[in-house]
């Protein structure tokens, strides 16, 4: 793994800014919180992002949802059934958020929540991630022989239920949400076989 200092100052800008709106959206994070977390100067950040403020949420965005998809994918492929490679999705995500302390939830949903209808640059790459993330499952199960439609429906259940689930968790401080949510999609999943 590399140290922050091996990292780009660009990627240190951008994965600071993903961190600080995973855990307080878009309103509350400001630019100088952000050059001040990736050890940047205010100037690199305008420098990498003359867009400002939005431009970078859109890259932040990108970054948690390719983050995410990383442990998605990894979780998913653990297991040859599908229904059991969700179970031990949702206890990774459980794990990780007790970890966190409870405070690396989702790491696009406050931002996406306070884009909506307001910041559509912001709204559309949250919208392009959660698709990501549903492809990532319906491919998943159409490989194990899922029917591309079936595969499709089941992959929106699947990312809205954790999504969900992730927010009750965090909100709750229990794993239980996710546990819960991990068996009855998978109970979904095998009613489908």
């Not at 993330?133 to 699947?158: D, I, K, M, S």
Request: charged share 25%; net charge negative; hydrophobic share 40%.
């Amino acid at each position: 793994m590399k140290t922050k200092h091996e990292i780009g100052t660009r990627d240190r800008i951008v994965r600071a800014t993903a961190r600080l709106m995973q855990r307080q959206g878009y309103e509350a994070t400001g630019l100088k919180q952000i050059s001040q977390e990736a050890e940047a100067t205010l100037g690199s950040v305008y420098h990498f992002f003359p867009g400002g403020k939005a431009e970078l949420a859109v890259a932040a965005v990108h970054h948690g949802g390719v983050e995410f998809a990383e442990l998605l994918r990894e979780s998913l492929e653990r297991a040859e059934d599908p229904a059991e490679a969700i179970v031990l999705c949702t206890g990774e995500l459980a794990r990780g958020l007790r970890e966190s302390g409870w405070l690396d939830g989702c790491p696009i949903t406050t931002t996406a929540l306070e884009s909506a209808g307001r910041f559509p640059e912001i709204q559309r790459a949250a919208e392009e991630v959660f698709a990501g993330w549903r492809e990532l499952v319906g491919g998943r199960l159409r490989r194990t022989g899922f029917p591309a439609e079936v595969a499709e429906e089941l992959a929106h259940t699947v990312i809205n239920t954790l999504e969900g689930a992730e927010m009750s968790a965090q909100v709750a401080q229990s794993e239980t949400p996710l546990h819960l949510a991990g068996r009855h999609l998978a109970k979904l999943i095998a009613a489908y076989r």
